[in-house]
């Protein structure tokens, strides 16, 4: 079984930065991605940034520039640093981790999600 564990959202103004943090643990052989997703109100879930293995990196138009994503295998955690925030940021954050257990199986996997508010 395999958890991840989300932190740092918040309240914020136009201008502001944020750090999401969201740590993975359980029976974990290897991560091949991780990625952050967001989902505001009456609106589908969508990518924001994704990492793989590898270190490469891919981000929505909206945030490129503004968003950096990174990660710590050591520490099987991806961060989601967000800067020049807007408000229409807005929204519930998800992390997700395509992570190979330790039976082999590849399995998704989802964060509970955080809030992150931007206000104007």
């Known amino acids: 079984q395999v958890q991840l564990v989300e932190s740092g959202g918040g309240l914020v103004q136009a201008g502001g930065s944020l750090r999401l943090s969201c740590a993975a643990s359980?029976?974990?052989?290897?991560?091949?991605?991780m990625a952050w997703y967001r989902q505001a109100p009456g609106k589908q879930r969508e990518l924001v940034a994704l990492?793989?293995?590898?270190?490469?990196?891919n981000y929505a138009d909206s945030v490129k520039g503004r968003f950096t994503i990174s990660r710590d295998n050591a520490k099987n955690t991806v961060y989601l640093q967000m800067n020049s925030l807007k408000p229409e940021d807005t929204a519930v954050y998800y992390c997700?981790?395509?992570?190979?257990?330790?039976?082999?199986?590849?399995?998704?996997?989802w964060g509970q999600g955080t809030q992150v508010t931007v206000s104007s």
């Open positions: 997700y981790a395509a992570i190979e257990r330790i039976d082999r199986v590849i399995s998704p996997n």
């Open positions: 359980g029976s974990i052989f290897s991560i091949k991605s």
């Open positions: 990492i793989i293995s590898g270190g490469s990196t």
